[in-house]
T-cell receptor, first 107, second 116 residues
Framework: AQRVTQPEKLLSVFKGAPVELKCNYS??????LFWYVQYSRQRLQLLLR??SRESIKGFTADLNKGETSFHLKKPFAQEEDSAMYYC?????????FGTGTKLQVIP | DSGVTQTPKHLITATGQRVTLRCSPR?????VYWYQQSLDQGLQFLIQ???????AKGNILERFSAQQFPDLHSELNLSSLELGDSALYFC???????????????FGEGSRLTVL
């Protein structure tokens, strides 16, 4: 069975402060992990995937297999980062999402 | 718009009724996924189809069924509706079906079902 845990429902940070959205996973195989984002009144969309090792909109995420984590980080939060963020794991022919974390960036 | 489209956007019905939600995937995508989003439950995976065949099943109730048609659109049928079925139902599609492990999912805007 695969599981994705996002422990924080809401994360509030001030503009310019660092952001870390936590994601832990449980999966017996070799997972592929993603972060999806949903801005207000927009569709859920892919933000980044671990296999690409890329930085999107200043966000990065590193897969830590030892800690089974895939935390999303950004050094300086911007107001436009306010959104709902979902961590997702792809394996066994399906994609499992966490419950999501709402990021609120306070001006 | 060649993205994922879902209809209807909103639906209000009564307990015991049956509804059908429709999804058209992105042009060229063979895989369709259905998710349910209830309050505080995140996105619950229901079912996946690839090129007309069921590929994976999640926490889908027996009262729910789905299918993917030859033109690749999909329908999710919800019957004997209960109050707890009120939720946002998302459809997503992906290009890869045989190996979703490397595929990005493209989501529709969702169908909001309210059961009274």
């Amino acid at each position: 069975a695969q599981r994705v845990t996002q422990p924080e429902k809401l994360l509030s940070v001030f503009k310019g402060a660092p952001v870390e959205l936590k994601c832990n996973y449980s999966y017996s195989g070799s997972p592929e992990l993603f972060w999806y984002v949903q801005y207000s009144r927009q569709r859920l969309q892919l933000l980044l995937r671990h296999i690409s090792r890329e930085s999107i909109k200043g966000f990065t995420a590193d897969l830590n297999k030892g800690e089974t984590s895939f935390h999303l980080k950004k050094p300086f939060a911007q107001e436009e980062d306010s959104a709902m963020y979902y961590c997702a794991l792809s394996g066994d022919q399906k994609v499992t999402f966490g419950t999501g974390t709402k990021l609120q960036v306070i001006p | 718009d060649s993205g994922v489209t879902q209809t209807p956007k909103h639906l209000i019905t009564a307990t015991g009724q049956r509804v059908t939600l429709r999804c058209s995937p992105r042009s060229g995508d063979l895989s369709v996924y259905w998710y349910q989003q209830s309050l505080d439950q995140g996105l619950q995976f229901l079912i996946q189809y690839y090129n007309g065949e069921e590929r994976a099943k999640g926490n889908i109730l027996e009262r729910f069924s789905a299918q993917q048609f030859p033109d690749l659109h999909s329908e999710l049928n919800l019957s004997s509706l209960e109050l707890g079925d009120s939720a946002l139902y998302f459809c997503a599609s992906s290009a890869s079906g045989t190996d979703p492990n490397t595929g990005e999912l493209f989501f529709g805007e969702g169908s909001r079902l309210t059961v009274l």
